[in-house]
């Protein structure tokens, strides 16, 4: 029921509240931007869709689900502030804060937030952004810690103090949960998108709300029996995580004597195995869904399981070579560390994250001690995970979802060929040149071609290029020339260039508006400095001159097809269609329509990069 | 005694072995080199040194000339590596590395130690290098464990646990304490660069050695009848942390009965201003030190003061409406907890770090149900220690030394004028022309002409930019050329464009040598634009052009002194000269002679940046 009215939600009223929305935002924070992703809309049903999916007892996470939702108070409350609204650099500054506090605040972890935002979300983060950030998630964690939600008093959800340290030979158990979380993740990302995949081309399949309440009966079913899967994700990981000496309310019968047998081992792979088919076949359905507690859950089942094996083994063999460093009479292995470091392990392996992770662990749980064991654990996940693929799930989600995010982590490799070989050459251009044109022909020319700016040139046998005018600024100028007071006729010429006999009453001069130091590279450069001029400058397009000539131009946009092999797919799409290709993209599902917000006849939205020069040419 | 030798060892073996290093290791990962600041020599001189300087009981820490030492080691390794060595941004990846795990064993702290090096040090901190940095400052700390040196079996150095939470009226006294660092910090790093203003501009004060050795008599003079300052500071913060039930060894009588007492507060807070005026003329001595260890302990002393002075007042006023909250017959004041806020605000106001401080407070300690209020107190102490100077102590050090350090913290304001207006103008520049040179012509040039490059235009009446020749790559080929086999004689022609017509084996085709896409901009760009070049691409200078006309050329360091307000002295220094100022800057003292590696007749160093385009324009 909950699940069903969830699934409901999302499909009538926003049906970006669907999923983690973390892919969704980390594109947004590359530079592009998604319509309604951020709105209000997304903001209500987004919360209310989490209430009643966690509610639903689904395999399913709030964490992710909360910084979209802290993202999309941060994009509503900053349209208050035109001076931050209007400028695009500063207003992803703030998304970045607001994603560290929405993990500030899933996690009760205010350190691990920034470096969520910082190491998973952020495509630029200066120095600047941490303060901010750090400030954010401080501010989030204390209101929070006001509320006191937990009524604990604290700010940390699975303390747990262990009384014992580790010992030398657990980094073999420890190295082995490392590699465990890694085949975790890279398993858990290939069916997850194999789901994925079978679901879009499964026509026959019913639609996405049948799927959800399938899915959730299906959960329901599978969990009942299981007595680790009838509870709460966090209740279990909390009862996980917590050492035996300490536990007070022992809901799962994990500390009882004879606890630590073959039955519970077996009872808690089987439930680690469970685990992954549901999360995988439950993240990517129509609801809000994270991925984050799910995989600690799996970690955290399997890394019990091997410290109890541990557990039996020491107390069976207690002379065996690798036990001599444990005190007589006191417990020597604490399977609870294992679940910890399990389930840092899993997270690890599936988004790929390090430092966070760790921060994130031991925020959530203070287990100071364990900082090694955890970073080691981390580190091999990491490293086995990444055999199987490079791409974590929030990059794979970003890739099957075809969002045109420029990967700047530099594990992309770059062809190395000229950038003229993919650019658009001046042939294919629609180019205005300086004279010549009137009112009338510039708009007919607006009305043709649907670009989001046009490169001028002096005259079309000579290309010198003078500057590039926005097809807003364009549209703005022949519109307002038109209307009182000037009002033109159509018929009026307009200029780029310096013109002295003109009567500056009876023409129009627009080299005012005109971009007159477009950023250009020379001819012959290589692909991998134009990549780096889009990653680093922010730039949306930069035109390639040869001794002041044009000769073409190449937008952050052809630079993604190429580098995601969707070469052939750009082509097809009409090759002389340098700007807005999102929209221009044939057979485009009625959801991604208008995705990028570059469409014809849309409202432009105009985005200035981080250099914050000018505007037109940054996207 | 000690610091004489440590004194006397810098001086005969390695000047670069004073100080912290943290300022130029800033500089050297902003892209510039200082010779033999990494060399084998600085490594032996500073770990010798800083193993006598920490003997000497002086109120100076290990920390910043530990990551010196761990950056010279990795220095000097990597040489074993050429593809590392030769790449100027992978080498930048290792000591930003090396500096993670420099703090990862000073303090134990691994996470701190990444964060630390991309917070304080790094320029360029790609997601590669987080990882990189992770797993050295892991194994690190890994090692440390392994050794073991404090013999406790833990990493942490100062481990904590407080039996006791905080109470919300105690954020009253923790503003405070943030309030207390931040004035702290601005007013050290007043004190200490005033300090060395004097010590530069008294030409009467003995020589260093002397110096140090006055100091150090000074030191030992007032530490000694002070209790507090007797010990090693890192006892002391230790001592300072701890909570009462839990100490065992109460060496400063802390919390003997009665330390509670207006002689105690009193006592502490004169160590603490004691201790500031020893730091601030210490720091700057020609010794190894850093400035971490007496910032916190000076922090400790005085948050440990507040913590006692709360104490009595508490206990002498239980029924104030404040102490409600307290539980009878149970400590409510944790002095301990007030002396780690200290701490950690000091930290920040003098450093101005936020993300690491905290994480490093937390590592240091455990003290994890703190970490909202050191998190408060950090914050605080930032705003503050902003107010009296944007600078912290490193950036302070940088911008006293001169160091070309182009700040990317986005503080410095960039006025907004063309970049034309500080640039080199063409008629300035020394270029070459495509045609009418001579092998001698252009050896002449070279002898004639320090600069490190070249631009290269096609005839000087209409100075179309054709490419960029290094003077290295000019060198090489100049002098290979008239060697066997080739043994072409001096009065060959030499040529950077299509020649049709000439003969290959009797004339020198330059082309291949020369940078034929060389980087540039349009004449009319801001300055601001041609920054962001210079700090996001890495470039070391960029041309401007007008329809493919060269105009003038732009170099990293005529921005840097833009930027730092030292106009006049590169005019004075000499107008023309685009490249390699550092050398040709006037008056310049021996020490610095050399510093940058630009210099003329040196050995050519040639530096790529993160985007490795080429080589001959970054640096």
Known sequence: MFALSASLLVKEYAVYAKHSGIPEIKTVLGGFIIRRFLGLWTLITKSLGLVLAVASGMWLGKEGPLVHVACCCANLFIKLFPSINNNEARKREV????????????????????????????????????????????????????????????????????SSVWHGFELVPFVLLGLLGGVYGG?????????????????????????????????????????????????????????????????????????????????????????????AITFGLQIPAGIILPSMAIGALVGRAIGIIMEIWQHNHPNFIAFRSCEPDVPCITPGTYAIIGAAAALGGVTRMTVSIVVIMFELTGALTYVLPIMVAVMISKWVGDAFSRRGIYESWIHFNEYPYLDNSEEIPIPDIPASQIMTRIEDLVVLTATGHTIASLTAVMEQHPYRGFPVVSDPRDAILLGYISR????????????????????????????????????????????????????????????????????????????GVLQGLLTKKDVWYVLNGAEETRRTAGRGEPMGGGVAREGGDGEREGLLGVGRGEEEVEVVSPIGDGGSNLL
Chains 1, 2 share one sequence.
């Open 472 to 547: 807003a600024e364009l549209a703005y100028i022949l519109h307002a020339s038109t209307q009182p007071p000037r009002l033109l006729p159509p018929e009026t010429e307009a200029f780029f260039a310096h013109q002295p006999l003109a009567d500056p009453r009876t023409t129009l001069d627009l080299r005012q508006w005109m971009d007159q130091t477009p950023l250009t590279l020379p001819r012959g450069s290589r692909l991998h400095l134009a990549v780096s001029y889009f990653q680093k400058l922010g730039l949306r397009y930069v035109m390639f001159v040869d001794r």
């Open 187 to 279: 398993l858990f990302i290939k069916a997850n998108m194999w789901v994925a995949r079978w679901r879009k081309s499964a026509t026959w399949l019913p639609g996405p709300v049948i799927q959800v309440v399938a899915v959730a009966i299906l959960t329901a079913l599978l969990n009942y029996p299981n007595n680790y899967m009838r509870a709460q994700c966090s209740d279990l990981v909390s009862n996980l995580f917590s050492e035996c000496s300490k536990l007070t309310d022992d809901q799962f019968g994990l500390c009882k004597t004879g606890a630590a047998s073959a039955g519970t081992i077996i009872l808690l792979i089987f439930a680690a195995v469970l685990g992954f088919f549901l999360a």
């Open 95 to 162: 998304l970045s804060a607001a994603a560290a506090s929405g993990i500030s605040v899933a996690f009760g972890s205010p350190i691990g937030g920034v470096l969520f935002s910082l190491e998973q979300l952020s495509y630029y983060f200066p120095d600047k952004t941490m303060w901010q950030s750090f400030v954010c998630a401080m501010t989030a964690a204390m209101v929070l810690e006001a509320f006191d939600p937990f009524r604990s008093g604290k700010l940390v959800m699975y303390q747990v103090t262990y």
